[in-house]
């Protein structure tokens, strides 16, 4: 791959409006199409194996909200809000890829709707 000139990348970089950036990330995805909200559980090995901090970095990078948190029945349960295209990107992760040492068994989605806006600012682990 040929580097670009500093000029001429940095015409060819798309750039955030300023606005975006000052309103954050949760303002921003509101305004990337239509919102989604779904719950999901994922059954297998995911308890023990890093499966909730992997779930964690993997929304961040992806550019969802929500949630992550194990259940006592051995499962991961949570939550997913952002824009459509993100969410179900997110939800392809969670039914085939998962942390490292994982394995899963299945993962049910439930409650899947339009929402307005964003109930959650970032996406966190809960206990």
Do not use: H
């Not at 779904?38 to 909200?65: H, L, N, P, S, W």
Request: glycine share 8%.
């Amino acid at each position: 791959m040929c580097p670009l000139p500093l000029a001429a990348a940095a015409v060819a970089v798309p750039r955030t409006p300023l606005r975006l950036l000052r309103r954050g990330l949760a303002a921003a995805m509101s305004t990337a199409g239509r919102l989604i909200t779904v719950d999901y559980e994922v059954f297998g090995r995911v308890q023990g194996v890093c499966f909730r901090m992997y779930t964690e970095d993997e929304a961040k990078k992806i550019g969802v909200v929500g949630w992550v948190k194990n259940t006592s029945k051995g499962t991961v349960t949570g939550q997913l809000q952002g824009p459509e295209e993100k969410v179900n990107s997110m939800k392809s992760w969670l039914c085939k890829i998962g942390s490292p040492s994982s394995r899963i068994d299945r993962t049910n989605f439930s409650n899947e709707k339009i929402i307005s806006k964003l109930e959650y600012s970032n996406f966190s682990i809960r206990y």
